[in-house]
């Protein structure tokens, strides 16, 4: 009798050890499928109208004396800008969509991410505005007549060059976003680590390229290939795949 009683207290205590040592199982770890897809959705039509955009206003105000043609082709310089917009809000956009899956791994990223995404979008909304410039600069030239023909192609060059700085400003911050975002790819592995090297790469060659654009070397936008073929791998791998289902911590990753 003794030892029956001595030993129920024994069996309860080293059965109720073994259920407190027994883990929890933890909840999993949110995907972000439709993040991913959202943002995967984003990369290619930003590609497609940025393209697009540009195509169109440089056919207008690549012209030698695109001044002069202008007024009939004010709508489709509009047009143009327009497409420029597109991108703009989707970098904004871009930025807000990867806050979330950031934050789970780095906030300082996640927020200097969403902020360089954000000052990207303002440059290309600037560049837009001073295309919407010529055309009330065209209509003003043509009232002017050959007297002051000079002063307002003088005016339009300004303007253009002004929408070059303003579109190689906005590839800096590009260039700086991408950097963070990739970083964080390849340490978190939310993709594979070699898109992760590969947007290192793409993207300091941006950032390195816009830099020489201002300073005055004409690269003809080829600093910008690397890193738009990765969007174009990313945004259909994103669309495809998603980010991985089993992303390491940014912090604790070697």
Not at 23 to 47: F, Q
Not at 118 to 133: E, K, R, S, T
Not at 202 to 222: K, P, Q, R, T, W
Request: charged share 10%.
């Amino acid at each position: 009798m003794t030892t029956t009683t001595l030993e129920r207290p024994r069996n309860q205590t080293s059965v109720g050890t073994h259920q407190d040592r027994v883990p929890r199982a933890s909840a999993a770890a949110p995907t972000y499928r439709k993040t991913a897809t959202t943002v995967g959705v984003i990369y290619l039509m930003g590609m497609v109208f940025g393209i697009g955009g540009n195509i169109l206003v440089q056919s207008l105000l690549g012209a030698p004396d695109y001044l002069a043609a202008l007024g009939s082709n004010s709508i489709l310089l509009a047009i143009g800008a327009m497409l420029w917009l597109l991108p703009a809000a989707g970098d904004a956009a871009h930025g807000m969509l990867m806050f979330p899956v950031l934050n789970r791994h780095s906030q300082r990223i996640a927020v200097s991410y969403a902020g360089a995404r954000v000052i990207d979008a303002v440059f290309v909304a600037i560049m837009a505005l001073f295309i919407l410039f010529q055309t009330p600069l065209a209509s003003e030239y043509m009232k002017a007549g050959a007297a002051n023909a000079a002063f307002f192609q003088g005016l339009g060059s300004v303007f253009t060059q002004a929408q070059l700085y303003a579109y190689h400003f906005g590839m800096l911050t590009v260039g700086c976003a991408g950097l963070m975002l990739n970083y964080a790819f390849y340490r978190a592995r939310l993709l594979p680590r070699v898109l992760g090297m590969w947007g290192l790469v793409g993207y300091a060659v941006i950032l390195c390229g816009s830099v020489l654009e201002i300073m005055g070397f004409n690269l003809n936008l080829l600093h910008t290939l690397p890193a738009g073929l990765w969007e174009i791998f990313v945004g259909v791998w994103l669309i495809v795949k998603g980010f991985n289902a089993s992303p390491a911590s940014l912090e604790r990753t070697p």
